[in-house]
Structures are given as structure tokens and as C-alpha cells.
């Protein structure tokens, strides 16, 4: 409403583009960032302690993966969520950005921090060579091992609250924001979830490097399948305190979230398969730890893929579940605010719009209106033809005949009822019969819809006359 819509047809507005560079942002800090840098600053430590440079020329090897994949693709990622949220929800980000400025301030310090430390322990790793050089060497390691862990524990307070406001509902105080109950449990899974993932990747990089040095294999599958394990448990422990907290309405959606509406029958299936991805977690890291020597090289390659595959598909859930909100009984995904709602749908969302080309809908400007309609309720979520193309999904309710067109405005008028993922349609009965008439139109031209980037912004020539 208040800001021009980028928007590219076919892919849904573009909240995939920011779905796909958060998940691979998440893939690479949990596992490399939080979990794998303690892990190999432990594992310096213990070589070390115990004179074997085995174990601490393997910890650098692994060393440099992270910290080539970490500060690329790991730190253009980051930066990534920041543009590309800007674009497709400046809305989201902008109230959030009021709300956690100082939390993100402070993330930005400690970031900056840990990018010059993973820098200064890997460039110096070699020229560590005296034991007192080593020492200072591993305390670099755990000052780079804490901020890792404080920016994912800044960051998982802005994730949490979006899903589960808490006392700031009432107060808007920042401190209620920081501290919303989804806070500790998810933060507690969030940290055993990458020290599970970040043992196997570990355990993944061992089994390249170590092909000629098996005593070093054995040592790390012995070694890190204690953490897997006890992270494995935290996770299961956090997870179902984590759940717990999520709002009733949002669990509701678990089914669409996890699988899609087309696949939700198959949640039963779903769970399954989970408790044998974490079993199979279980089996692997009890055999490590018991018959470390049994464990083929190929072996320790599995757990890495499965912990993607976890990782990945919590975050897709997680985006899901939140939904009809970008912040939770605050603001629905399409940027329209809780307490503007009745306004809006009495008033017209087109009048109180920024960036419209009709402020007013009138017998000849319906389709364009409707447009502009589509654009702020719909947009979001919904491609004209592409991917959640708004077209499909009336073909799946109405089927490919002739669509009736009253139908269809008493649709808009209950959709977040039926499908309660979607947020309540924000404005009047014209506005509803434009929107109509636009999708019915689009159905005949299949006209390609074209974002702010590509159109320019619009503002009507005469200003509201009310
Ligand atoms: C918050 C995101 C979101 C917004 C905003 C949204 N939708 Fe949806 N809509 C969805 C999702 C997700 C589905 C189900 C997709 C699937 O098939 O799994 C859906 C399904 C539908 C369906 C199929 C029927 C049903 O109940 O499942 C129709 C029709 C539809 N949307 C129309 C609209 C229209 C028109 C708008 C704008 C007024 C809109 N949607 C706004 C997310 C949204």
C-alpha cells in the first residue's frame, strides 16, 4: 500500500527468491558457522593437549571449507535477506526494522567482529607454531566460536517474534519484542540443531580428507558422535517446547506447510519419514560412538544430506505455519495492518493507497483497478499464471468452465475462512467486483503483470476528492 510493489510474474512476487536465499543462508551458518567453528576450535584444542598434529592439520583442512564457504556464499546471503526482502516485503522488513533497531544494530557490530576473526584464526593457523602461539591461537577460536553463535541468538529473537508477539502486543516495548515466548526454545533448538549438523558436517569433510589417515577418521567419528547424540536429544527436548508455543491457529497449518495443500493427506506419511531421518541420525552416532572403526568413509557422507534435508524443510514449515501474518495478529503477509483492516474494507483499500493508478473504482477503470487490487491483497502470495498462479487456483475450485462471477466475490469475502492461511480480503465491495473482473479478464489475455521496476509508479492525476 505504502510502498511501489516490485513484483515478477511467475514467481509468486518473489517471496520464493527470499525463501531460497534464507534457507541457504540458514544450510550455511547453522552447521558451518554456529556449530562447526566450536567444534574445530575443540578439536585444535584437543590436538594440542594430546601432540597430535594429525587431528590439528585435519581441524585446518575443514577450517578452510568453512571459512571460504562462510564468508562467500555465507556472507552474501546474509545480505541477500536484506535485498531481497527490501523488495518483495519492504512493508515486513520496514516495521521490523522499528521495531529490532538496536537488536540489529547490535547484530551488525557482532558480525562485523566474527568476519574479522574467522579471518585472523584461519590466516594465522600456520604460524601458530610455539605452544604459546597455539594457545592465543585457540582463544581466537572461542571468541569467533561465542559471536557466531550471538548472531544467530540476535536474529532468531526477530524470527521468533514474527511468529508470536507476546507482551508486546500491548506494551510495543523493544525488550518485550527480544524476549516473545518463542524466544529460549527456539533459540535452544536452533543451537542444538547446529551442533547436530555441524558434528556431521565435520564427519562430511572427514571423509574426503582422510582417506589415507584413518586413525584421525576414528578419532573424530568416536569424538563427534557424542555431540550428535546429545544435540539430538536437545533438539527433540526444544523441539517439542518450541511447538508447544506456537500459536494454535498457526499449528493448524501444518499439514499445507509441511507438504502443500496438493500433498497434505500424506502428513501421516510425512511424520514417518522424520522419525526415521532422526532414528537413522541415532543409529549412526551410537555406532560411531561404540564402533567407531566399523563406520565406512561413504557412511559419514549420508548424515550431511539428511541434516539438509531437516534443516531446509523445518524453514520452509516455519515460513508456512506463520502465514496469513509477515508479524503475528500485527500484519498480514500482503503488508496490510490488523487494526487497518475495517477501515479498509469499508472505506477501499484504493483511496488510502499510495501508489494506485485509480483511487476510485468506476465502471470503465474496473480492470485496471482490479489490478492494482491484485497487486496489494494478492500479489504476495499469488502469480497471475506462474507459480501459485491465482488462475490455477480458481481452475482447481471452479474447474475450466465458465466461472460465475458473483461466486467469486463471495469467495473473496470468506477465503481466509476456508483457507486460513490467507489474510481477509482488505477492501470494499467494488474493490472485490474490480478484482473479479481483472482475474476474468486475465483468464481470456493472460496478460504478463508487470512490477513497480518495470512499470514505473503510478499516482493518479487527480488526488482524492473526500
Ligand atoms: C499470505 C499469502 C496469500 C495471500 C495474500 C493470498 N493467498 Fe490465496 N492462497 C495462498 C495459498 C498458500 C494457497 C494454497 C496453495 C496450495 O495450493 O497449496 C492459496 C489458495 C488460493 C485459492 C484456492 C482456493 C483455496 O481456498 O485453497 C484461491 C482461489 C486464492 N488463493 C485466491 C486468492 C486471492 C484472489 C487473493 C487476493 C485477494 C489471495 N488468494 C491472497 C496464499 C495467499
Not at 278 to 284: D, K, P, S
Not at 390 to 417: C, E, I, Q, R
Not at 427 to 449: C, F, H, S
Request: charged share 15%; with cysteine; hydrophobic share 50%.
Amino acid at each position: 500500500m505504502d510502498f511501489p510493489s516490485y513484483y515478477l510474474d511467475h514467481i509468486a512476487g518473489g517471496r520464493l527468491i527470499i525463501g531460497l536465499i534464507a534457507s541457504i543462508h540458514v544450510l550455511i551458518n547453522h552447521p558451518l558457522a554456529v556449530g562447526a567453528y566450536p567444534i574445530l576450535t575443540f578439536m585444535e584444542w584437543w590436538a594440542h593437549k594430546h601432540h597430535r598434529p594429525d587431528i590439528d592439520q585435519l581441524a585446518y583442512k575443514i577450517t578452510f571449507v568453512v571459512f571460504i564457504v562462510t564468508t562467500t556464499i555465507g556472507a552474501m546471503t546474509g545480505v541477500g535477506i536484506w535485498l531481497s526482502t527490501s523488495l518483495f516485503a519492504p512493508f515486513g522488513i520496514g516495521s521490523l526494522l522499528r521495531v529490532f533497531f538496536f537488536g540489529w544494530f547490535a547484530e551488525w557490530l557482532v558480525f562485523i567482529s566474527e568476519v574479522c576473526l574467522i579471518m585472523w584464526w584461519f590466516l594465522s593457523w600456520k604460524k601458530a607454531d610455539t605452544p604459546e602461539k597455539k594457545r592465543k591461537h585457540i582463544k581466537i577460536g572461542i571468541a569467533l566460536s561465542i559471536m557466531s553463535w550471538l548472531t544467530m541468538a540476535l536474529i532468531v529473537a526477530v524470527l521468533g517474534f514474527m511468529m508470536n508477539t507476546g507482551d508486546w502486543s500491548q506494551s510495543r516495548a523493544f525488550i518485550d519484542a527480544m524476549t516473545a515466548p518463542l524466544y529460549l526454545p527456539q533459540l535452544g533448538f536452533r543451537t542444538a540443531f547446529a551442533f547436530m549438523t555441524g558434528a556431521v558436517f565435520v564427519w562430511f569433510c572427514t571423509g574426503f580428507f582422510t582417506k589415507k589417515n584413518p586413525q584421525a577418521r576414528y578419532w573424530v567419528i568416536e569424538k563427534l558422535s557424542h555431540v550428535t547424540i546429545v544435540s539430538l536429544i536437545f533438539v527433540f527436548f526444544f523441539g517439542i517446547w518450541y511447538w508447544s508455543r506456537i500459536p494454535e491457529a498457526m499449528r493448524a497449518n501444518q499439514a499445507v506447510a509441511l507438504l502443500s495443500q496438493g500433498f497434505s493427506g500424506w502428513l501421516g506419511k510425512f511424520h514417518s519419514l522424520l522419525m526415521w531421518t532422526v532414528a537413522t541420525f541415532l543409529v549412526i552416532g551410537v555406532g560411531g560412538w561404540i564402533v567407531p572403526r566399523l563406520i565406512p568413509r561413504w557412511a559419514l557422507l549420508i548424515p550431511t544430506f539428511m541434516g539438509i534435508w531437516l534443516l531446509g524443510h523445518f524453514e520452509r514449515a516455519r515460513e508456512f505455519m506463520r502465514k496469513p501474518w509477515v508479524i503475528a495478529e500485527y500484519m498480514y503477509s500482503n503488508g496490510i495492518r490488523k487494526d487497518e483492516l475495517r477501515f479498509l474494507q469499508s472505506e477501499g483499500m484504493l483511496t488510502h493507497a499510495t501508489y494506485v493508478k485509480h483511487r476510485k473504482v468506476t465502471a470503465e477503470n474496473r480492470i485496471e483497478a482490479g489490478q492494482d487490487v491484485f497487486m496489494i491483497s494478492c500479489s504476495r502470495c499469488h502469480s497471475t499464471t506462474g507459480i501459485n498462479g491465482v488462475l490455477d487456483k480458481f481452475t482447481l475450485m471452479y474447474g475450466p468452465g465458465d466461472w460465475n462471477a458473483d461466486g467469486m466475490v463471495s469467495f473473496l469475502g470468506t477465503m481466509h475462512k476456508t483457507s486460513t492461511f490467507m489474510p481477509p480480503f482488505p477492501g470494499n465491495r467494488a474493490e472485490k467486483e474490480a478484482l473479479v473482473a481483472y482475474i476474468l479478464d486475465l483468464r481470456k489475455t493472460r496478460k504478463p503483470l508487470e512490477g513497480a521496476q518495470t512499470e514505473g509508479i503510478r499516482i493518479p492525476e487527480t488526488q482524492t476528492s473526500h
